[in-house]
């Protein structure tokens, strides 16, 4: 019997693993739990990811890749007219000036934190995950990385290296705490930031 053409199955079996993460975490994780949430034959887990780890690389890069289009989209980066600049038409307290950035950052974290919940807690499973499986480490710092070069067109790098872990420490004790985002701080302590940095 030929084997049926399907192109969109690796990337199924990627939302599958996301599924059973979010349901079971990483420990309900095994090519068998994945097969059966893909709908899919055992034997399609294992020839598209040789191992668990591999799969767990390809779900937290497709939350890397998530929380980067989320921010390239951002008018956090946007300058005159839109396009990304280090200035802006309006001065310090304008969109494109410091006080705009922290502000614009602010936004972006309330809109992450009016979603569901669940996305964003099992974005930082995956993340957190890098402590026990070296292998993860990689893809987890390319997240600061490339957070860190898109800052970096509003501000100076060690600005935007900041921003990022301030925001990366805002939502880790949003989650484990339970409790809600609270803008007002977050924008004063971003704006502390943006104020100190070049």
Do not use: K
């Not at 049926?4 to 095994?30: C, K």
């Not at 996305?119 to 993340?127: D, S």
């Not at 925001?167 to 924008?187: H, I, N, S």
Request: glycine fraction near 12%; include cysteine; hydrophobic fraction near 40%.
């Amino acid at each position: 019997m030929a084997r049926r053409y399907d192109p969109g199955r690796r990337e199924r079996i990627v939302d599958a693993a996301l599924r059973v993460i979010a349901a079971d975490g990483i420990a309900g994780l095994s090519h068998r739990t994945v097969a059966a949430e893909a709908d899919v034959p055992l034997g399609s887990t294992t020839y598209h990811f040789g191992s668990l780890d591999e799969l767990l690389v390809a779900a937290l890069r497709r939350y890397n890749d998530n929380f980067v289009r989320e921010l390239r989209g951002s008018q956090a980066l946007a300058g005159p007219g839109g396009v990304s600049g280090p200035t802006g038409p309006a001065g310090p307290d304008g969109p494109a000036g410091p006080a705009g950035l922290a502000e614009e950052l602010t936004r972006l974290l309330g809109r992450w934190f009016a979603g569901e919940r669940g996305a964003i807690e099992l974005e930082y499973e995956l993340y957190l995950a890098a402590l026990r499986r070296p292998v993860l480490r990689p893809v987890a710092a390319e997240w600061t990385e490339e957070a860190v070069e898109l800052l970096s067109r509003r501000t100076d790098r060690e600005t935007a290296r900041a921003l990022v872990a301030l925001m990366d420490g805002v939502c880790l004790q949003v989650l484990l705490t339970g409790g809600a985002f609270d803008a007002p701080r977050t924008r004063e302590m971003l704006g502390r930031i943006v104020d100190g940095g070049g």
